[in-house]
């Protein structure tokens, strides 16, 4: 700060506040370099992270078929719609029956 303050008083000038202003906030920008983590620097590894995020989405999806199986009416579906989304649920229902055999195999390994 006294070398803002000797270098004003050296000039014998007026300066005007807003440059003084400038001087001081660049001083203490470089004064105050906070360690601030950089865009490379990878989180911790957390083997739960994809089972979280996982469960957290599965509700959503539980939510979104009993929302359209109380509203849908299958007698004014086309044919087209209701095949897409017979093949849709049977190929969750095949992931999701995977994922339940691998989980049943760790658990009772366990």
């Known amino acids: 700060m006294d070398t803002v303050t000797t270098s004003i008083a050296e000039r014998g000038e007026y300066v005007p506040y807003h440059n003084t202003r400038k001087e001081i906030h660049e001083l203490t920008k470089k004064m105050e370099t906070p360690a601030v983590p950089s865009v490379k620097d990878m989180p911790a590894y957390d083997p739960d992270a994809e089972a979280v995020g996982l469960t957290l989405t599965i509700p959503t999806w539980a939510s979104s078929i009993s929302r359209v199986k109380i509203i849908m009416d299958k007698t004014k579906m086309s044919r087209e719609a209701r095949k897409k989304l017979v ?6 229902k095949n992931r999701i029956d995977e994922m339940l055999s691998e989980l049943g195999e760790e658990e009772n390994d366990g």
């Open 87 to 92: 093949e849709a649920l049977k190929k969750l």
